[in-house]
C-alpha cells in the first residue's frame, strides 16, 4: 500500500539577520523617532497643558477655539515635551495617551536603531504585533484619553 498524503517539506525558516533593506528601513524609522522626540525635547511644555505645538508654527487649536474644549489629541505635544523633559508624572497627567506614545517612541527608536547597527530580527518580531486588534486597542486607549482630558479641562 501507498501512502496517500503528498510528501511535505520542512517549514522554512526566517533569516537569521534583517536583509540590507530592513535594516536600511529601520534606520529611516528610529530616525524619523528620533526628530520627533529631539523636537519634543526642544519645546517648552505649556503649563496650561495644551497648545505647546504653536511653537513649531502650528495655529491654535480651532476645536478649542469653536467649542471651549479638548480636541482628542489635545495636549499630545505637551505631554511629548514633558516626558522628553523626564516629566513622567507630569506628562501622564498632561495627556496619558501621548505619554505612552512618547514612551512608545523612544522604545522604536532604540529597537530600529538596534536592528539597523546589528541586523537584528526584533524589530521585524515586534511589528507583528501591530495588527487590527492593536489598533483597536489603541483608539479605546484615544478615546479613554480623550474623555480624561474632558473630564479634567481648565481651558
Not at 25 to 38: E, K, N
Not at 91 to 109: D, H, N
Not at 113 to 134: D, E, F, I, P, W
Amino acid at each position: 500500500m501507498t501512502d496517500p498524503s503528498p510528501p511535505t517539506s520542512p517549514p522554512q525558516r526566517a533569516p537569521a539577520r534583517a536583509t540590507t533593506g530592513e535594516r536600511i528601513g529601520a534606520g529611516v524609522f528610529a530616525s524619523g523617532c528620533a526628530g520627533v522626540l529631539g523636537l519634543a525635547a526642544w519645546l517648552s511644555p505649556s503649563g496650561d497643558g495644551h497648545g505647546t505645538h504653536t511653537q513649531i508654527g502650528l495655529p491654535d487649536c480651532a476645536w478649542v477655539q469653536l467649542f471651549d474644549k479638548p480636541c482628542p489629541t489635545c495636549g499630545m505635544t505637551t505631554s511629548f515635551a514633558h516626558t522628553a523633559d523626564a516629566s513622567y508624572l507630569t506628562a501622564a497627567a498632561t495627556q496619558p495617551l501621548g505619554f505612552l506614545l512618547a514612551l512608545g517612541a523612544a522604545t522604536a527608536f532604540w529597537a530600529g536603531a538596534h536592528t539597523a547597527l546589528t541586523g537584528s530580527r526584533s524589530a521585524h518580531v515586534a511589528m507583528h504585533a501591530v495588527n487590527g486588534r492593536a489598533l483597536l486597542v489603541l483608539l479605546g486607549l484615544g478615546l479613554a484619553a480623550w474623555a480624561y482630558k474632558l473630564a479634567t479641562w481648565g481651558g
